[in-house]
């Protein structure tokens, strides 16, 4: 018999079952949702991550920064990522370093109190380093061609 397929079950569904890293962490930071795009992407089963710290992620280096946006985008309810993607370091639970891009959904009560954000995530490692390849080949290149005029 097949359930019946109501808004929440689909919504559900999707956050659920896409491959895309979903994350809903509470005014605090405190991991919420960790759905299993999110799973795949940082190696960490969701019973590890929720009720963690977004810090379980967020490379030490970088998390002075990360939390000063944070406390700002809470206390404003403002963020300019939910239209623009954000790209960041991040950290898996094997220690690899990958780099991420995403948008943020600020997500109110019906109160209207913010309770969080959502964050929609992809991994771009790959193309991140296909591109930093291109840009030192091309500065080696225009290097070379800047040598070749001075000895002409």
């Not at 659920?16 to 299993?36: C, K, P, Y």
């Not at 009720?51 to 998390?63: A, H």
């Not at 995530?121 to 091309?138: F, S």
Request: aromatic fraction near 6%; glycine fraction near 8%.
């Amino acid at each position: 018999m097949t359930p019946t397929v109501t808004h929440e079950w689909l919504c559900q569904r999707i956050v659920e079952d896409t491959q895309v890293a979903i994350v809903f962490s509470d005014r605090d930071g405190i991991i919420r949702l960790w759905n299993s795009g999110a799973e795949a992407m940082f190696g960490y089963r969701a019973e590890e991550a929720v009720g963690q710290s977004l810090d379980l992620i967020v490379p030490e280096r970088q998390r002075g920064r990360h939390w000063e946006g944070y406390r700002r985008v809470m206390a404003t309810g403002v963020t300019k990522y939910g239209r623009d993607l954000l790209a960041v370091p991040a950290m898996t639970k094997d220690g690899r370093r990958i780099s991420l891009e995403f948008s943020i959904a600020l997500l109110h009560a019906p109160t209207g109190e913010l309770l969080g954000a959502a964050a929609i995530m992809q991994d771009v490692t790959a193309r991140w380093q296909q591109q930093k390849e291109l840009r030192e080949r091309l500065a080696a290149l225009e290097a070379k061609l800047e040598q070749v005029g001075k000895s002409a």
